[in-house]
């Protein structure tokens, strides 16, 4: 186990970096702000003892809507112990990712909260990585819904992306929030498994995006068709 | 739809009475199913008759017959060679798009750029657009297929699931590392090394002719990599030194295009260490500079990577790709690049082809 000072490059301080990424769209991310990891600059890995693993990093992230880049200082801890449990994490960035995305949220929110036909669709992107700009919001939506699953999940193990959305659907609004239900395809670059999860969540501007449930699906490797979602 | 159109073509000539066609031009900044893939191979050999030719090498599981461009100029003579395959893994859509990218390239630059004209002279380029074909069809079949990975052939009796990792099942150091036993699992290694019809047909071809070899590419997505053997963290390759000085060379020819930055390693340092791959594989057998490409891009779209993007992966790897190659090249024809150029354009002006030589 690499301990010390990490070579920024290799995936001990991607893998942990990722995380990072996980943990910040879970915070801050919205239909209109995603974060990624773009560039590792310096990493550190420590024992500790009898609770597990502590990275410090520092990276730095991008926002792909508005490609501005900033630094952000974090730790990652990988808890040790017979029970898998998630990581934790504390992060501090120079601008508070304070990118102002007020106006955009609050249009979507409107339009969808008092849509009379709910939303519903399928495979974003498809396969040819296409995605329809009226979609893109809630494939950013979905995104910020599954990184707190990728980052209850993720360990030194696993390097986490959503491959793709199989299935929104969009549920009555409830307490003002928008309310999805998201079948999304998570991807793990270490097994490259294709892993199914269904996500129950909110969204309002005001609240952001709040997990009800989660559930991971069984995949039958040699169906055909995804499991139904209703 | 397209035989439709075909036919449509084919009357509307019979009727003009048209000796020239104005052709379609190939689109290659979108994603192609299997059957204009083969069609487009065979258009290329049509159109570059005396540097082209279509070799079939294997078969699949699903009996498919794997074919490659053979691409150089005929000497007469056993010349060196170069070998790059796509679409090892059929989720990868990108990877096929950048053989025929490559491919659809060198024939253009050998028109008129001198280098291009001594490497064919001096190599033949063995490209191989989509090995794993019935994997690749597969994806192609609706939605809920497209991320589908390894072949597929039947796991062993009592497995439910189908498939096999061509990428863990070559014979290095196989069943070791990064693998799985569990045939269920995406990087299932198969029931003994080269268990699988592909990496039979890479094997056999390749391994017969393993010497002529400078270069084994092998192109893969996604994560923006270029991986140097081996993939078992306890075997260095002995020319590790060549190997990262020249893949980092790539690297910064890759940046210089599009600015997007690729990251150079063994895979046991840069991404997991793993073993039976067809990189680790082909360096065993001697040939000098092996690589693994996984292109565009970092998790963001990952394997349904847009076809907007398409260009300029190729682009970029096509720099990437090429630095190695003339790297492998010039060492090995250092001083011949000139003469062979020279000879070259004299035969051009005598206005006498290769054929004509024989």
């Not at chain 2, 994806?139 to 498939?163: A, E, F, I, M, V």
């Not at chain 2, 003994?192 to 997505?221: M, N, W």
């Not at chain 2, 993939?231 to 190997?243: K, Q």
């Not at chain 2, 067809?278 to 394997?303: C, H, K, V």
Request: aromatic content about 10%; charged content about 20%.
């Amino acid at each position: 186990m690499a301990t010390g000072e990490l070579n920024p490059n290799h995936y001990q301080a991607q893998r942990a970096a990722k995380v990072v990424q996980h943990y910040l769209n879970t915070r801050y991310g919205s239909p209109y702000r995603l974060l990624g990891l773009h560039k590792v600059h310096s990493g550190n890995a420590e024992d500790v003892a009898d609770s597990g693993r502590k990275y410090q990093l520092e990276i730095s992230v991008q926002e792909t809507l508005s490609n501005t880049t900033e630094k952000c200082s974090a730790e990652v801890l990988f808890p040790r112990g017979e029970q898998q449990s998630s990581p934790q994490v504390q992060a501090l960035c120079e601008a508070h990712l304070k990118i102002n995305t007020t106006a955009q949220e609050e249009a979507l929110y409107q339009r969808y909260k008092m849509n009379q036909s709910l939303l519903s669709a399928q495979y974003i992107p498809d396969s040819y990585g296409h995605i329809d700009p009226d979609m893109k919001p809630f494939w950013h939506l979905c995104i910020v819904a599954s990184s707190f699953i990728m980052l209850n999940e993720s360990s030194e193990n696993t390097l986490y992306n959503m491959a793709q959305v199989a299935n929104i659907t969009q549920l009555a609004t409830e307490n003002d929030q928008l309310k999805f239900d998201c079948h999304i395809l998570l991807h793990d670059m270490v097994s490259q498994e294709i892993i199914h999860w269904k996500l129950l969540f909110t969204w309002s501007p005001q609240e952001g995006v709040k997990v009800l449930q989660m559930e991971q699906l069984p995949h039958c490797h040699d169906c055909e068709k995804p499991p139904n979602i209703n | 739809m397209l035989s439709s159109v075909g036919l449509s073509l084919v009357v509307l000539l019979s009727v003009v009475g048209a000796a020239t066609v104005e052709r379609v031009e190939y689109d290659y900044y979108k994603y192609h199913p299997m059957p204009e893939i083969t069609d487009w191979m065979s258009q290329v050999q049509k159109d570059y008759p005396d540097v082209v030719t279509i070799v079939e090498y294997g078969q699949t599981y699903e009996k498919r017959t794997i074919k490659l461009l053979k691409i150089g100029v005929s000497t007469g003579e056993k010349k060196k060679a170069i070998w790059m395959d796509c679409g090892i893994h059929a989720r990868e859509w990108i990877a096929p798009a950048f053989c025929q990218y490559f491919v659809r390239e060198i024939l253009q630059a050998y028109k008129s750029d001198p280098k291009m004209q001594a490497m064919m002279m001096n190599m033949d380029f063995y490209v191989t657009p989509v090995l794993n074909m019935d994997g690749y069809i597969h994806t192609w079949k609706d939605n809920s297929t497209r991320l589908w990975r390894k072949n597929r052939s039947p796991g062993p009796t009592n497995c439910t699931c189908l498939g096999t990792d061509l990428n863990r099942n070559f014979n290095a150091n196989w069943g070791t590392l990064g693998i799985s036993y569990d045939c269920c699992s995406n990087i299932y290694c198969g029931t003994q090394p080269v268990s699988e019809p592909e990496a039979q047909a890479v094997t056999y071809f390749v391994g017969s002719r393993k010497e002529d070899f400078l270069c084994f590419l092998t192109i893969h997505s996604y994560g923006q990599l270029l991986l140097v053997p081996y993939g078992h963290p306890d075997f260095t390759a002995d020319n590790y030194d060549e190997l990262m000085k020249v893949g980092l060379g790539a690297a910064d020819a890759i940046r210089s295009v599009h600015g997007k930055n690729y990251t150079v390693g063994t895979s046991p340092d840069v991404l997991y260490a793993n073993s039976g791959s067809s990189r680790d594989w082909a360096r065993m057998q001697g040939i000098p500079l092996a690589y693994t490409f996984e292109l565009r891009d970092n998790g963001t779209f990952g394997f349904e990577l847009p076809q907007d993007q398409i260009q300029p992966t190729c682009e970029e790897a096509y720099s990437g790709a090429l630095h190695i190659i003339t790297y492998a090249h010039d060492k090995t024809f250092s001083g011949a690049p000139a003469t062979a150029a020279t000879l070259w354009s004299m035969l051009l002006a005598v206005g006498v082809t290769s054929t004509t030589l024989m």
